[in-house]
Nanobody
Framework: QVQVVESGGGLVQAGGSLRLSCIAS????????MDWYRQAPGNQRELVAA???????NYADSVKGRFTISRDNGKNMVYLQMNSVNPEDTAVYYC???????????????WGQGTQVTVSS
């Protein structure tokens, strides 16, 4: 089975920076897309950033210019560099990986359990 684990969350001051990491492990042939989602109390879970295996990226308008997603394909890891954070960034951040196991016909999405990010003013 595949495990997806996030780390790097914590408390950060407004205007500061934080870097989240996510690693996928287990029975993996390759990983296609890797994404970061977040969910704040009272809000729907939203896509923050996404990156393909080829390095193409997409960002939510609310984080564009402040956050950067990157990945290390050899380590099955994805990162989210969060700069100039504000209290509206407070949320649980989730990592999602689209995993290929064996044949390319066997693909599925696997979620981590999330890591809490709290931005104080």
């Amino acid at each position: 089975q595949v495990q997806v684990v996030e780390s790097g969350g914590g408390l950060v001051q407004a205007g500061g920076s934080l870097r989240l990491s996510c690693i996928a492990s287990g029975s993996i042939s390759s990983i296609n897309g890797m994404d970061w989602y977040r969910q704040a109390p009272g809000n729907q879970r939203e896509l923050v950033a996404a990156i393909t295996s080829g390095g193409s990226t997409n960002y939510a308008d609310s984080v564009k210019g402040r956050f950067t997603i990157s990945r290390d394909n050899g380590k099955n890891m994805v990162y989210l560099q969060m700069n100039s954070v504000n209290p509206e960034d407070t949320a649980v951040y989730y990592c999602r990986a689209t995993v290929v196991r064996g044949s390319a016909l066997h693909q599925y999405q696997s979620w981590g359990q999330g890591t809490q990010v709290t931005v104080s003013s």
